[in-house]
């Protein structure tokens, strides 16, 4: 089975440079047999300057950097080919390299080669994804430190801390007769385990934030016809993006926006004036309006401030009462603004600061979140709150005086859970921690 792989590791766009990657056992061998100079005889990490060939025709002129097993990226040997950014040119090196014995890459494949050669984790293999992804420059930091190593080194303390407990229950429930090993009483466990629901909770809410800054949020603009929701998209991303016009039913399809506002990156769609129609196009169009409510983190429901409220805004109002939301008065240029609890704003006048505001205070983002390493992805989230169902558990059968041995199942599930948030989904090894922790040599 041909284990080297290649792949064009920069966009497949023209360019100054591209950057060809190789990875695998056969890495220098295939390069070499594409190379001008010999990469061989003395197999090292280095640079090389020389052409690449086609058998005997010259492609490109090219720089190689080469890493030696388990020095490199993904723990392989690799290549990288920096060569001239024309996807012929590319076309012709990935083939002749494949050709010589390597396969296109999958999708990822660099990466979870990494992850099975132990270079890195699970929590720094999503990072690279979230770096990559990354709309604003506060997710590329907090992905940066992800990928670092950081969030990793962040949650250890809460590994070792419930490894340690479950050693001691377990050394207690196999050598009984051992003194100098302290006892696991159900005070201690509770305590203990308290102590690491504290620490899970604290972790829990910091990732939460995490997450808000990595992937930004997802906000609705809606409202009835011709209450300035697309001069609003327009003004927040400052761009004439949206069609406005006095024709109530104007925007039919949703229009889509980005923002970052101090930090918090808005994914913002545009909707269809919701009301009761006959016009089959704009019905279909308001159907996605109706989507969007529900798919969104944040709903912006756009009130007329010029005019009384209507039966078609109440039915918004109730329609949007369960959502996370905030409620605007629009044109307020053309109203008073007379009561200090409403939000107003005026899109046309791109008077829009209390509404931007509002959406800060309500994410509650704290400034320490922007440079704090944190689980911040729906798997690692979703685990984590595992760990904290685990550990109650736990305290719970503690509290209840059930056996050790319940107490210790519970909080095994606890150290599978932070296991499995590494990347690790096989039964972990517990013994050498345990023996790591006692001397029981004897
Ligand atoms: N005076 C005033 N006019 C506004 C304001 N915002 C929007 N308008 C006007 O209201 C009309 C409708 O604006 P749109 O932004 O198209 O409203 P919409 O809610 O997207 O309308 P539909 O797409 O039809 O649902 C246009 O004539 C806008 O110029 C505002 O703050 N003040
Ligand atoms: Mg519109």
Redesign the pocket.
């Known amino acids: 089975m041909v284990n080297t792989i290649v792949a064009l590791a920069t966009a497949p766009l023209k360019s100054a440079l591209a950057v060809i990657r190789l990875s695998g056992d056969d890495a220098f061998n295939i390069a070499n047999k594409a190379f001008d100079k010999d990469l061989l005889t003395n197999k090292s990490r280095g640079i090389h300057y020389g052409f690449i060939k086609n058998g005997e025709e010259i492609i490109d002129e090219v720089i190689l950097l080469t890493y030696v097993a388990p020095s490199s990226f993904t723990g392989e040997d690799v290549i990288e080919i920096m060569c001239h950014g024309s996807m012929l040119i590319v076309d012709q090196i990935i083939g002749t390299l494949i050709r010589f014995g390597a396969r296109q890459a999958e999708r990822g494949e660099f990466s979870s080669r990494a992850f099975y050669n132990g270079k890195i984790d699970l929590i720094q293999a999503e990072a690279i994804n979230d770096m990559i992804d990354a709309t604003s420059p506060e997710a590329q930091k907090l992905s940066l430190l992800s990928l670092q190593g950081e969030t990793s080194a962040h949650i250890k303390p809460l590994q070792i801390k419930i490894a340690d407990l479950l050693s001691l229950i377990e050394v207690n429930i196999d050598y009984p007769e051992y003194l100098d090993i302290e006892e696991a009483t159900n005070e201690k466990i509770i305590n203990d385990v308290s102590l690491m629901l504290e620490e899970t909770n604290s972790l829990l809410n910091e990732g939460r934030q995490g997450q808000i800054i990595v992937e930004g949020i997802r906000v609705a603009i809606v409202?009835k016809?011709?209450?300035?929701?697309?001069?609003?998209l327009n003004a927040l991303i400052e761009e004439d993006k949206?069609i406005?016009?006095?024709?109530?039913?104007?925007?039919r399809d949703v229009v889509e926006g980005r923002v970052n506002l101090h930090g918090l990156t808005l994914h913002l769609y545009?909707t269809?004036?919701i009301r009761e129609s006959s016009d089959q196009v704009e019905s279909i169009g308001i159907n996605k309006a109706r989507a969007e409510i529900l798919e969104a983190d944040l709903v912006i429901l756009?009130l007329d401030a010029s005019k009384p409220l209507d039966l078609e805004d109440e039915q918004l109002l109730s329609l949007t009462k369960d959502k996370k939301r905030i409620i605007v008065y629009?044109?307020?240029?053309?109203a008073t603004k007379d009561d200090a609890s409403k939000i107003y704003?005026?899109?046309?006048?791109k008077d829009i600061s209390a509404l931007e505001k509002r959406i800060v205070e309500i994410f509650g983002i704290e400034e320490a979140a922007y440079s704090r390493p944190a689980l911040n992805n729906t798997r690692q989230l979703g685990l984590l709150e595992q760990v904290r169902d685990d550990l109650i558990n736990a305290q719970n059968d503690a509290k209840n005086e059930l056996s050790l041995d319940l107490v210790a199942v519970n909080l095994r599930e606890a150290y599978d859970h932070v296991f499995e948030i590494f990347g690790a989904n096989n039964e972990s090894d517990l013994s050498e921690e345990i023996f790591a922790r006692f001397c029981l040599g004897k």
């Open positions: 409202g016809p011709n209450v300035g929701k697309s001069s609003l949206a406005v016009t006095d024709i109530a039913g104007t925007t545009d269809a004036g756009v629009n044109k307020s240029d053309l704003i005026s899109a046309l006048e």
